[in-house]
């Protein structure tokens, strides 16, 4: 392995391997693991993702390459089926690729695996409830610093947003992750500038803009009114819109700054709504909850890693 485990980007802390049969005690696991802000990859939670994909060749993907550990859920039932034998032998080839420890293996009983050696230590399901189990699994993972995260819940958030119902914190979630997805793709200074307006700008007009004083900018990040605009400008492909005014009380020159949500919807009429009237409010909630503990310095320090750990009131690294 050319770098260590701890300093690679995975999209997942964990991917669960199991078969049908033992679903009710996984999908607690699956639960318990989220609760804590631990990023796992548990097939009900990812149908939307999954719809219309090559399972073979997605699967093989997130088996070998998305996570930092695949926790391997062992029974008889596991070891006859396809696609279980599938994510197995992805696994075990990233295994082999790290020639480091990747497999967690769970037994409910005594199967044996091809390719899964007697020797490696395992956890007796009987032993331990799934609550104890998703416990074990964060001591592993222990304490690291994110990069490029978002909470599972991102609790904090939706009550920002005021979003009570399931409806409204799904619709609040697909917009935020298309938002982390613009982020990432701006350069650092890009990324700063958005961050420094949404963060800092005034929000009376939501869920429009956000508008905010060019001098401010000026000052805040030394960057040019002109080069503020141009910069702007150029992130009109990702969603960010921006305007001159003039403020009538003499303020001085000012921009309202916006982030539209540039996905083509083919689904339900409320998350469409919420994308197309509340993206900047959401965006701009996003920078404000997830960076309001923090000085300047250490703000700007956790929108380049892109960590949104404190949009959640559970952290899952410690």
Known sequence: ?????????????????????????????AGQ??????????DDYERANLWGKDLYEHLDYIYQRAAEYCIQFVSAEYAK????????????????????????????????????RSTVGYIEASNVTPAELAQLIRTKLGPRARKK??????????????????EEQEAVLEIAHSFMASLLRMSKPERSLVASIFAVGCTSEMPDNVH???DLLRRDLGVTPAEAIA???????????????????????MITVRWLDMRVHEIDSLTENYSFTRSTEIAAAMLEVGLDHYCMQCARDRVEELDFSDLASIDGTA
């Open 231 to 253: 910069t702007l400008k150029g992130m009109s492909s990702i969603g960010i819109e921006v305007e001159e005014r003039h403020d009538e009380e003499g303020h001085g020159d």
């Open 149 to 166: 995260y978002f909470p599972p819940v991102p609790d904090r958030l939706y009550s920002a947003l005021e979003a009570d119902t399931h």
């Open 1 to 29: 392995m050319t770098e260590d485990r701890k300093d690679r980007d995975f999209e997942y802390d964990v991917v669960l391997s199991f078969a049908g049969e033992q679903r009710v005690y996984v999908e607690e696991v």
């Open 212 to 214: 905010i004083e060019l």
């Open 81 to 116: 089926k396809v696609w279980t034998t599938h994510e197995r032998k992805s696994a075990q080839a990233r295994a082999i690729q790290d020639s480091s420890e990747y497999i967690l293996p769970v037994r409910f009983d005594s199967t044996e695996i091809p390719g899964l």
């Open 33 to 42: 693991l989220r609760g804590f802000g631990i990023r796992v990859f548990y």
